[in-house]
């Protein structure tokens, strides 16, 4: 089973909300990854996360919080979002960051955000 | 940043036809290199992963890897109007960060 769980599946949201995207996974992978992915531009990294902590940050801007309570969950946390942060929210997840056949990286479904 | 190449096409071909989609990369000392296809609206799908040079097949598709040339393609075989996607080309980076290609499409037509 290689199914990674993402809740919203649509948001929208005003620039002064506060709101977050979750993310979940139970294949017992210790890497979890946060991707943005623009229409008709492929997905950018956002952050990385290696056994619950934190291991890359794209330079992505403070209004994005990235959260892992535990090895199975993701969150992203949203704050004061700008309209063009309208996007699809793309969670992946890897059993290892370890090249070779572990790293291997499976997408959630996304969450569609639209910040009016 | 590295860079990972591929024609946005859209490259058409009929039905039952081979579809071939290729990549090229910056980084020579790149180890992992990966498939992935994109319906419109939905997430990427990983539908090969290739580590080593050559050829690694799997069902009706075909990886290649040419290290050497520093490119990698992909292969559908007896193409059907369901392949018809978005093919993204995908190498990894330090920290096990991917870097897609802008992505082909592909169209198959019956």
């Known amino acids: 089973d290689t199914e990674v769980t993402q809740t919203p599946k649509h948001l929208v949201m005003g620039m002064t909300n506060k709101k977050s995207l979750k993310c979940e996974q139970h294949?017992?992978?210790?890497?979890m990854y946060w991707y943005k992915q623009k229409a008709k531009k492929p997905p950018e990294l956002m952050f990385v996360?290696?056994?619950?902590?934190?291991?890359i940050n794209e330079s992505v801007p403070s209004r994005f919080s990235p959260e892992c309570p535990n090895s199975s969950l993701l969150n992203l946390h949203l704050h004061a979002l700008q309209p063009e942060d309208s996007a699809l929210y793309l969670c992946a997840s890897s059993q290892t960051l370890v090249a070779g056949g572990l790293d291997t990286q499976y997408f959630g479904p996304g969450t569609r955000l639209t910040v009016l | 940043q590295k860079e990972v190449e591929q024609n946005s096409g859209p490259l058409s071909v009929p039905e039952g036809a081979i579809a071939s989609l290729n990549c090229t990369y910056s980084?020579?000392?790149?180890?992992?290199f990966f498939w992935y296809r994109q319906y419109s609206g939905k997430s990427p799908e990983l539908i090969m992963f290739?580590?080593?040079?050559g050829d690694k097949e799997d069902g009706r598709f075909t990886a290649q890897l040419n290290k050497a040339s520093q490119y990698v393609s992909l292969l559908i075989r007896d193409s059907q109007p369901s392949d018809s996607a978005t093919y993204l080309c995908?190498?990894?980076?330090?920290?096990?960060?991917?870097?897609f290609g802008a992505g082909t499409i592909l169209r198959v037509k019956s």
């Open positions: 290739i580590y080593s040079n």
């Open positions: 996360y290696s056994y619950e902590k934190l291991s």
């Open positions: 980084d020579r000392g790149s180890q992992s």
């Open positions: 294949m017992g992978h210790r890497a």
């Open positions: 995908a190498v990894r980076e330090y920290g096990n960060k991917l870097v």
